[in-house]
């Protein structure tokens, strides 16, 4: 099997050259398994057209199922799933060239609506690497699935104080000595699989600090009224701005609602700083009504 060495090579010495080695996962129970874990995860993945779901669409879609214990251990694979989809228009350059597909490969394709669905519904949580995007494209095009329980392995793992660098995909996966084809659905449906699966110092696995943090409500802050020369310091504190309502946002656990309030109070809804509303607006939010 081909391997991808980067820098120089160990037997010289030099023993900061890595080996990267491609990811292969195969379907079945996932070797120090002694048991089947009682619950079933699904990682889902999509390619589009374009970023806009009102007009673009899904082009390739891939699933695939894992079942895990309480703490987070991966116990079992299934088989992967993967579909395309004929938008009925032209690709543009742009996204073929990202996604390596052409429109000759999504001729009469389809995905297995049914099936796909089916999938989806009867996984206890379901997984994207960047759930914000992945959500709203699977349930626009598959409403049944509307509602699941999500998670997002960029957003809730601490991949910094797990010793990564980094959030995008294919280097972190880099980070664990592995590669695969980038910009597939499959391929980043097993890379996410195989992040999941990763200890940390503590023994614990990314997954268990994932179902940690999804089982913990939150709230959207919105930062109704706040006056424009405040952005620089709402930015700094990872507010993001939303185009759409024309406002600064951002996401906390509820252990730091209390702390982000008084912030708030002290750095946007202080007498002295010109804002239009008495105070922000808050939105909980649980793991079925996150990253809608």
């Known amino acids: 099997m081909t391997e991808l060495a980067i820098g120089r090579d160990h037997a010289a010495g030099d023993d900061s050259a890595r080996v990267l080695k491609p990811l292969v996962l195969p379907p079945g129970p996932l070797a120090g398994a002694t048991i089947s874990g009682q619950f079933t995860g699904i990682v889902v993945d999509v390619e589009t057209t374009g970023l806009d779901p009102d007009h673009d669409c899904i ?35 742009e996204i073929s060239q990202l996604t390596k597909l052409n429109d000759a490969d999504l001729v009469g394709q389809r995905i297995d609506e049914k099936l796909a669905t089916e999938l989806l519904t009867d996984a206890n949580l379901v997984i994207a ?14 409403p049944g699935a509307a509602g699941r329980d999500w998670a997002c392995s960029m957003e809730q793992i601490d991949w910094p104080q797990l010793g990564f660098d980094g959030r995008k995909l294919g280097y972190l996966l880099m980070q664990m000595d592995h590669y ?81 309030e008084w912030w708030l109070a002290s750095n946007v809804y202080s007498p002295d700083q010109q804002h239009t509303s008495l105070g922000p607006r808050l939105i909980e939010v649980s793991a079925s009504t996150r990253f809608l």
Request: cysteine-free.
């Open 59 to 93: 082009i390739e879609l891939a699933l695939r199922r894992f079942r895990y214990t309480d703490d987070g251990l991966i116990t079992d694979l299934g088989q992967p799933y993967s579909w395309l989809e004929d938008p009925g228009k032209s690709l543009s350059p």
């Open 180 to 260: 695969h084809a980038g910009h597939r659905a499959s391929a980043d449906v097993d890379a996410v699989v195989q992040l999941l699966r990763y200890r940390g110092p503590d023994g614990r696995t990314a997954l268990a600090q994932l179902l940690e943090t999804t089982a913990e409500p939150s709230w959207i802050i919105q930062a109704y009224g706040a006056h424009f020369n405040t952005k620089d310091r709402l930015k700094a504190r990872k507010y993001r701005w939303d185009p759409d309502l024309k406002l600064w946002w951002r996401e906390v656990p509820d252990r730091d609602r209390a702390a982000e």
């Open 129 to 142: 690497h960047h759930a914000r995007f992945d959500r709203k494209w699977v349930e626009s095009r598959l």
